[in-house]
């Protein structure tokens, strides 16, 4: 399929995709094709039941981690967040992952650990890792390996509890008609027979009263509103100065769509100079289009309060450059993994924690780049190609002594 690549650069990045060092430049590739063709298709589906990591055979073509190992801070951190998760038991039923069981993912966790906090130094670290540990990349959008590195962030908006003439659009918690299955998937409205049927798309639940009762918190701005559907969460300054933090809890299980390449088509942005401010700044002057934009796409999302950081699909923190998501239907839960992508704050280690509305199939990552205006100038910015890397312990290797497994 031909894709102009303006349109699935700003599908994918700023505030409109959620809801993503340099170790070795060959892998890194800075698109800019403007307005040409461009046939790459980034969200290009595996075939049904494969999965989206290969093994890596060939030493030679395993990256070199020296680089990366010179910047660990919050990788721990993160490190914990994910064996926090594998402790669950609700993780067990997303392993085995190709010939990964739960034990052998949990043991690779527990010796990263070891050896990020061992105090080694980058270029020691760097021969242990290739020496004790498999090496797997991911496919890609193309079968070579090719991955499309976003960004995404959190933002800090103005809000309240109760609806004022300054705040009069809502987020919403989940209502009592969305039926959720076993392992979180939507189901859909469960209507007064016992029935389930689709849920209502945004179009139709922002023209009908059905979710009256269910708002969480009002902010002053319907695009605020739309950009936190997309990010996935949203700290909130109340009137009275506190900051909570609210999440994503669900969606009305309708597939994102892009609202961008309308709006270049349209003739009311300019495609080469499109970002999330340039969007803001249209919508603040046209608040009456607001509307008939966002709801080109009808994935609708609900949030519930949260404290402390925001988290990810994992229900765990989401820590600046150290979480990515990707589609959880194809790449393991909580992994460690390498991003060899040239961005302008490198990402080097991270763990796979998250997902997104439009972060679907082998080709696409996006990292989670933190919390405020910088945070989202950053994510805005961020669209690289690289490759993505995994790693596990290899089976045979020996138990690391001291291994008190947390």
Known sequence: MKIRITFIGLLLVIAFLVLAGCQQKRSAVVIDHKDKEYQKDYTRPLPPGELALRKIAD???IPDYTQ????????LAAINNSLNFMAKSSSKKFYPYGDITHEHAVRSLRELKILVASGL???QLNKVLRERFDTYISV???SQGTVLFTGYYTPILDGSLT??????YPLYKSPDDLIKGPDGAILGQKGPDGRIRK???RQDLQNSNILAGNELVWLDNAFEVYIVHVQGSAKIRMPGGQIDTIGYDAHNGWEYESIVHKMIADG????????LKAMIDYFKAHPDEVDLYINKNPRFVFFRFEKGDPKGSINEPVTPFRTIATDKNIYPRAMFTFAAVDLERPVGFALD???GGAIRAAGRCDVYMGVGDRAGELAGGTYREGRLYYLFIKPDADQTAGNDGQ
């Open 59 to 61: 030493p030679s073509q």
């Open 68 to 75: 990366a190992f010179s910047d660990l801070d919050g990788l």
């Open 121 to 123: 130094s980058p270029r």
């Open 140 to 142: 890609g959008c193309d």
């Open 163 to 168: 609806r004022t003439d300054r705040f009069k």
């Open 199 to 201: 849920y209502p798309s």
């Open 268 to 275: 009311k942005l300019a495609s080469k100079n499109i970002n």
């Open 353 to 355: 924690q998250d997902t």
